[in-house]
Nanobody, 121 residues
Framework: QVQLLESGPGLVKPSQTLSLTCTIS??????????WGWIRQPPGKGLEWMGL???????YYSPSLKSRTSISWDTSKNHFSLQLSSVTPEDTAVYYC?????????????WGQGTQVTVSS
């Protein structure tokens, strides 16, 4: 059973960098063809895809967030991380990590429970 668990601060001040980690169990982060993504949902809005890291370490980002987003991994710990810089209150959202299987529709088949991040001074 694949499980993902997000962790990180629930409160971030404006202009600071938001940092979250997603720890994977039941699967290897380097398993061929899978990718690992970050998706967020602001209050009252729909899901927004932020970016992902592939099984080979390549990263892809949403064009609207690319300048502020960085996704990295630690294969020895089987986890991947999100950094979002220069946050504003508009970055307040529930942040999810999820696994992408490109052979499936929808492609994201396993999700973390989500973690609330509030940007406020």
């Amino acid at each position: 059973q694949v499980q993902l668990l997000e962790s990180g601060p629930g409160l971030v001040k404006p202009s600071q960098t938001l940092s979250l980690t997603c720890t994977i169990s039941g699967a290897s982060i380097t398993a061929t063809y899978y990718a690992w993504g970050w998706i967020r949902q602001p209050p009252g809005k729909g899901l927004e895809w932020m970016g992902l890291i592939n099984y080979d370490g390549n990263t892809y980002y949403s064009p609207s967030l690319k300048s502020r987003t960085s996704i990295s991994w630690d294969t020895s710990k089987n986890h991947f991380s999100l950094q979002l810089s220069s946050v504003t209150p508009e970055d307040t959202a529930v942040y999810y990590c999820a696994r992408s299987d490109p052979a499936r529709v929808p492609e994201y088949d396993y999700w973390g429970q989500g973690t609330q991040v509030t940007v406020s001074s």
